[in-house]
Nanobody, 125 residues
Framework: VQLQASGGGLVQAGESLRLSCSGS????????IGWFRQAPGKEREWVSY????????DYADSVMGRFTISEDVAENTVYLQMNSLKPEDTAVYYC???????????????????WGQGTLVTVSS
């Protein structure tokens, strides 16, 4: 397993969670890292992107201002801080890694080569 996503759980609306994406054989600093999510019965959608070494941070409109992507280089981990959670944020969240030369905007699944196994976030109303 090259990527490991963790930190999901059950929370109430308005609460926060922090997801982690850890690299085992990958040094995440050198990769573009994306977070995606898939809600029950829906297609997987892009949530956030962290550019490789260029400081780029990008967010889907639905999470802008509530979610923040960050990283701890020493821990080889990228985080997704999720605040003010809503029931519609309920989904399995995936992290993915892309070689820098495959990234266009970091918003499409096909740009990513490596995927974590997903972690479930459930937000109750």
């Amino acid at each position: 397993v090259q990527l490991q996503a963790s930190g999901g759980g059950l929370v109430q609306a308005g609460e926060s969670l922090r997801l982690s994406c850890s690299g085992s054989t990958l040094t995440l600093e050198g990769f573009g890292i994306g977070w995606f999510r898939q809600a029950p019965g829906k297609e997987r959608e892009w949530v956030s992107y962290r550019g490789s070494r260029d400081g780029t941070r990008d967010y889907a409109d639905s999470v802008m201002g509530r979610f923040t992507i960050s990283e701890d280089v020493a821990e080889n981990t990228v985080y997704l801080q999720m605040n003010s959670l809503k029931p519609e944020d309920t989904a399995v969240y995936y992290c993915a890694a892309a070689n820098p030369w495959t990234i266009v905007r970091g918003r499409e699944e096909h740009e990513y080569e490596y995927w974590g196994q997903g972690t479930l976030v459930t937000v109750s109303s």
